[in-house]
């Protein structure tokens, strides 16, 4: 086999940017409730690589997995699909 292993993709909207060059992407998600059956929302906050520090708070972004660039991030931005105005 040639190709690599199949990365993640999410999409998410930007909760902060106050650090350099990395932003926290905040992920929704429906679950249905074990008890009650009825769809709940989850969300996950994922902290994700920007090289360019292109990206606000706000945006709605495409985040791809990656090898771990630090502790606790080992995600990239790949593309803002969304600006805040």
Same mark, same amino acid.
């Given at each position: ?16 940017d106050k650090?350099d !060059? ?6 929704e998600r429906? @679950?249905k409730h074990? =008890?009650?059956?009825?769809?709940? #929302?989850?969300?996950t906050?994922f !902290?994700?690589h920007?090289?360019?520090n292109?990206c606000? @708070?706000?945006d709605? =972004?495409?985040?791809r997995e990656? #090898?771990?660039?630090s502790k606790? !991030?080992c995600?990239?931005v790949?593309?803002i ?5």
């Amino acid at each position: 086999m040639t190709d690599k292993s199949i990365k993640h993709e999410l999409v998410g909207t930007i909760t902060s940017d106050k650090m350099d !060059k990395t932003v926290v992407v905040t992920v929704e998600r429906l @679950e249905k409730h074990p =008890v009650f059956q009825k769809y709940v #929302r989850r969300r996950t906050k994922f !902290k994700a690589h920007d090289e360019k520090n292109a990206c606000r @708070e706000g945006d709605k =972004v495409l985040i791809r997995e990656c #090898r771990p660039l630090s502790k606790d !991030k080992c995600w990239r931005v790949v593309s803002i699909l969304e600006r805040q105005e």
